[in-house]
């Protein structure tokens, strides 16, 4: 079959389309068909080295598709099953194999395009909003990239619990983008000398309770100069790089503020807590209040241009791997 193999840890450059031996299901395991991959920063982190996996490796952390094989003691699901999983790696091919008892049924209204699009992306904006930093109606929010695929759901989900966002976005078009999930206000972070003081201004001179920062190196300063005493820092990636050591008492120094470095996985450890997660997601997306946008489907020998569009940030919205060649056209 057809996989992305990474022989060695590095820029995009490194990631190969070769031809690998089929999968076999060992206990507990399924092989799934993968009819569509989630392209996610994540990926970017195992490419780069900054999370290590041993060498070779296929990506891909988020997937979609048809359960064709499974081993000797599954007994979550069976072949013909539609399925979905996140953070384990492997998806950017043909076929997956799968730790069983982490497959996600899919609903028969919801197709493999909308599951490896949300499913990852979504259920960590879910954890951010609901655990990480419960959400409260009336609290004004800041969300980098608010553009993005993970800012788009964030920014929706914090409006729907009743917050107020202030985005930040590159360019126009992404602001314009930001605003129609919902963001009061947006920010061009290229205008603005001091990004923590027009933040400040919008919100009528007051810190913020909680920051919402997946872009890393580039904004902690910033995110941290725009929380309220005893603010909370919820930083969720560093897609601009990561954060360099800092000294505990600034946090102590901004008025006792507070800071998360969250992981998905350990918000969806047990398999009750990942399918209601992933449950109340879909319930979401069915319900309109969760608008998930495709906006590049890529084919497998495209990879490395998917993770350089994605890096670039010359892309908004969600990004999606198709290992069906004749399905994988540019949008």
């Known amino acids: 079959m057809r996989a992305i193999q990474v022989y060695e840890v590095g820029g995009p450059d490194v990631m190969r389309e070769a031809e690998v031996d089929q999968p076999s299901p060992g206990p507990g395991e399924a092989v799934v068909a993968v009819a569509a991959s989630g392209i996610n920063f994540l990926d970017v982190y195992y490419r780069e080295g900054r999370y290590s996996l041993p060498l070779p490796f296929t990506p891909g952390s988020e997937g979609a598709g048809t359960v064709v094989e499974v081993g ?175 000294d505990p008492m600034r946090l102590a120094g901004g008025g006792s503020l507070t800071l998360i470095r969250p992981s998905l996985g350990d918000y969806i450890a047990d398999r009750s807590e990942l399918l209601a997660r992933a449950a109340e997601v879909f319930e979401w997306v069915r319900s309109k209040a969760l608008e998930v946008t495709v906006t590049g489907r890529y084919a497998l020998s495209e990879a490395a241009q998917a993770h350089s569009d994605l890096e670039s940030r010359r892309t908004t919205g969600k990004l999606l791997l198709i290992p069906d060649e004749t399905a994988a056209v540019r949008g």
């Open 72 to 246: 000797p003691g599954v007994t979550e699901v069976a072949v013909g099953d539609r399925v979905g999983w996140v953070e384990i790696p492997g998806s950017y091919a043909e076929r997956a194999v799968v730790d069983a008892s982490r497959l996600v049924p899919l609903p028969d209204d919801v197709d493999f395009e909308t599951a490896a699009s949300v499913l990852l992306q979504g259920m960590t904006a879910h954890y951010l909003v609901k655990d990480a930093y419960p959400v409260q109606a009336g609290d004004t929010v800041l969300v980098h990239a608010a553009a993005g695929g993970m800012g788009l759901l964030l920014t929706q989900l914090v409006t729907r619990l009743g917050g107020r966002v202030i985005g930040t976005a590159s360019t126009p078009e992404k602001a314009a983008r930001a605003k129609g999930a919902g963001a009061a206000e947006v920010i061009l972070s290229s205008s603005v000398d001091d990004l923590a003081a027009e933040v400040l201004r919008l919100n009528g001179g007051r810190g913020l309770p909680v920051v919402y920062d997946g872009v890393g190196a580039h904004t902690f300063d910033a995110s941290l100069a725009s929380l309220r005493p005893r603010g909370h820092l919820v930083l969720f990636g560093a897609a601009s790089g990561a954060v360099p050591p800092f």
